[in-house]
Structure formats: structure tokens, C-alpha cells
């Protein structure tokens, strides 16, 4: 009897425990989901690029002189307009005071002819004038009285010629006078003042040369940057165009990298790119600078079939210099068409290949999940692109991204948290 008893009691705990398996294993499995959406593909290009200057000139002497003094050193950093060498300027400035002179004597001379003729001068000419007149008179008084002398026979043919050449002479002489005051009546003549004017302006440019020499004996920075190289020294005669400096601006810089012939088509002027300058030291976060593709080289390199593409990086300061290899991020004109994109950790890799689980939401009712394979595609940060059959997944669905590991088709699920 005991026996029996043992027995049935033994079958009442298997049953029991039976019905609780079997309402665990339909219970709902606790799931968190994401949204399945449509993007845009965006493809990023990686290449090593190194950082190059805006702009490097060769700075050379624009006038002959002996070098008097230097500014600078090689590695200085430079603001614009900084002078960096001075030629000697002692003859030109003796030159220019010379000039000086010569302009303030043809602006004194215009001067005088622009106001006219002094009323003295005038005055001194009317009077030359007048005795000119009285010496006419009485020479041609004296020639009539030498001439009725000549006919009577009382003087002789020379005493004649040399009476009427005196009054000839007296005549001459008073047309001259004449002429003289009227020339000071009517003032300078227009032509002169006009060459008058000329002169002076003559005068001042010759000035202005001088004094641009001068300031071209003065050797500036044409932009901000550094001294990378000097090519001469105190007491060394320059000829002009002889090389004195090299300089490199300071900011922005260009970073040159050179694009693989595949990814030609697919970068445009304009592209925004990231530039990483990596720090070696560990632990120490990498520099990071944003830039922008200004020019694309459209002839490659023939050995190399590469084609060069300069980026604009505004980055001041020496952390970034001239030489330094860096890694470049282009991201690329995004493509007219569209994918589907779900989270990485959506995908489940199985035997039969890649899947993922979509939930299935009926009103009310219990929400069940279902299988559906996929192909992946290109990764756009934590998204992945997938292909997949037509109608099998669209953007909006809710994606298992975490608890997809043991799930069946038609398996009961309770979202608990959604991305």
C-alpha cells in the first residue's frame, strides 16, 4: 500500500512539473528592437595624404645694394609686412635730396611765369624803350645835317655812311626795345608755362622712383608664415632678383593626397574630408581637423595612375606642419539612390547564412517574431546596408538587435527597450 501511494505521488510531481515547462516555453522572450530605415549610401575614401603649405615664394632683392642688416632667422614665424633685411640706402636718399632741389627750382619757375610780369620789369622796359627813341631822333637829326654837309661838298662820303649807319643802328635798336615791352605786356607765352609744368612734373616722378626704391630696399613678408630657409648674409651685395629668403605661409595648410584612378569619378570640389594626425604616445587621443577638397589635378601621375587632390585644412599653430603624413577620411557626394540600412548587431549568422529577425505587431495581440535572410552590404557607422528578398523587410520595421540569439519563427517576443 505504501507502495502504491509512493508511486502515485511520484506521477502527481512529473505532472506538475510538466505544466510548468510548458508554460515557460511559451512565454514571450524579452527583446530590444530597432527601426529598419532607408539611407542614402555614402561611400568614405581612406589615403595617407601629407600636409603641404598654402602658399611658398622664393623672396628675392627688387634693387641692386649691399645687405646692411637682417631681421630674422631661419624657423621664425612672420606676420605680414614684417621687414626681414635691410639693403643700404645712403646714395638714394643723397640722390633724392638732389631731386628735391631740382623740383623746388621748376616749381619756383612756374610760379613766376604763372603770375606774369612784374610791374617793375614793365617800367624798365618802357624806359629802355624811350631812350631808344631819343637816340633815334637825334641820330636821325644828325643824318640830315651830315647829309646837306655831304652835298655841299663840306664832308666826306665816310663821314655820310657812318652818320646814317649810327641811325640805322639807333632804329634797330628801338624796335628791339619795342618788341621786349611788348612781350612783357603781354605776360609768358603759353607754351612755356606748359614746358614749365611739364618740368616740374618730371621732377616729382623722378622723386617717386627714388622713394620706391628706397622702400624696396626694405625686404617684407608678402604674407604671415615661417622663415624655412635664408640665402644671405650682412655685407653681401644683391643684384636684384638674387635670392635672400624662403618662406611658407603659416595657415590654412593643404593636405595633398594622391586618389586611385577608381575613385575619380566619385569625389567633386567641395567634398568635405577628415584629417587625423595621429599622437604615438598611448593613450593620448589622435588630432583631428576638418577640411574641405579644393583642387583635383585631372592629369595622373603615369607611373603611379594616381591623381592629385588637395584639401584645405584650417589648422593654425605648429601642431600641424609643412611634411607631416596624416590619414584622410573624403566622404564622398552621396549617390542619388537609396538602401536599406539596419543595426550591426541585427544580424545573426547562422549555417544556412545571414539573417535577421523582424518583429510582427498584430493590435492586441501577442507580438511574434519572423526570420528573414539577408545579404549585407557597405557599413555606414553602425548601420549596415542588407539585401533582400522583394517585400521581405521595408524601412519602418522593428529589427531584433539584441536577444535574436535563440529565437524561432512565430515565437512570441516582449519589446522592453527600443532603439
Given at each position: ?188 607765352r603759353i607754351e612755356k608755362i606748359k614746358q614749365a609744368d611739364a618740368n616740374l612734373e618730371a621732377a616729382r616722378a623722378r622723386i617717386k622712383i627714388i622713394e620706391d626704391n628706397i622702400d624696396r630696399a626694405t625686404l617684407k613678408a608678402p604674407f604671415n608664415g615661417y622663415i624655412v630657409s635664408k640665402q644671405t648674409e650682412v655685407g653681401e651685395w644683391l643684384e636684384t632678383g638674387d635670392p635672400a629668403f624662403g618662406i611658407t605661409s603659416a595657415y590654412p595648410v593643404k593636405v595633398e593626397v ?162
Open positions: 500500500m505504501k507502495r502504491f501511494t509512493f508511486i502515485l505521488c511520484v506521477i502527481w510531481i512529473l505532472a506538475l512539473a510538466s505544466l510548468s515547462f510548458a508554460q515557460k516555453k511559451n512565454a514571450p522572450s524579452p527583446v530590444r528592437v530597432a527601426k529598419a530605415q532607408t539611407l542614402s549610401p555614402r561611400e568614405i575614401i581612406k589615403l595617407p595624404g601629407t600636409v603641404i603649405p598654402w602658399a611658398s615664394t622664393r623672396l628675392a632683392a627688387e634693387i641692386d645694394g649691399r645687405v646692411e642688416s637682417i631681421h630674422v632667422r631661419e624657423g621664425q614665424f612672420v606676420k605680414k609686412g614684417t621687414p626681414l633685411l635691410q639693403l643700404r640706402t645712403v646714395p638714394l636718399e643723397l640722390e633724392r635730396a638732389l631731386s628735391l632741389a631740382e623740383a623746388k627750382r621748376e616749381e619756383t619757375l612756374l610760379l613766376e611765369l604763372k603770375n606774369g610780369t612784374r610791374v617793375e620789369t614793365i617800367e624798365a622796359a618802357r624806359f629802355a624803350k624811350d631812350q631808344a627813341l631819343a637816340r633815334v631822333r637825334l641820330a636821325d637829326s644828325d643824318l640830315k645835317r651830315i647829309k646837306q654837309l655831304y652835298e655841299e661838298g663840306v664832308v666826306s662820303l665816310d663821314d655820310y655812311d657812318r652818320s646814317k649807319s649810327e641811325a640805322e643802328s639807333a632804329l634797330a635798336e628801338l624796335q628791339e626795345k619795342e618788341e621786349v615791352l611788348k612781350e612783357h605786356m603781354a605776360g609768358p594622391d586618389l586611385p584612378q577608381f575613385h575619380y569619378n566619385s569625389i567633386r570640389v567641395g567634398n568635405s574630408a577628415k584629417i587625423t594626425l595621429e599622437n604615438p604616445k598611448t593613450g593620448t587621443k589622435s588630432k583631428e581637423y576638418k577640411g574641405r577638397i579644393i583642387e583635383i589635378v585631372t592629369s595622373a601621375d603615369p607611373n603611379s595612375r594616381t591623381f592629385p587632390v588637395r584639401i584645405r585644412v584650417n589648422a593654425s599653430g605648429s601642431k600641424i606642419a609643412h611634411g607631416m603624413l596624416v590619414n584622410v577620411e573624403i566622404y564622398p557626394t552621396a549617390k542619388t539612390g537609396k538602401r536599406l540600412y539596419v543595426p550591426k548587431d541585427a544580424l545573426v549568422q547562422s549555417p544556412k547564412g545571414t539573417t535577421l529577425w523582424v518583429v510582427e505587431t498584430k493590435g492586441n495581440k501577442k507580438n511574434t517574431v519572423r526570420e528573414v535572410p539577408v545579404t549585407p552590404g557597405k557599413m555606414e557607422g553602425n548601420l549596415i546596408s542588407v539585401d533582400f528578398k522583394k517585400k521581405a523587410l521595408k524601412s519602418g520595421n522593428l529589427v531584433v538587435v539584441q536577444g535574436n540569439e535563440r529565437l524561432k519563427p512565430g515565437a512570441p517576443v516582449t519589446i522592453v527597450k527600443q532603439k
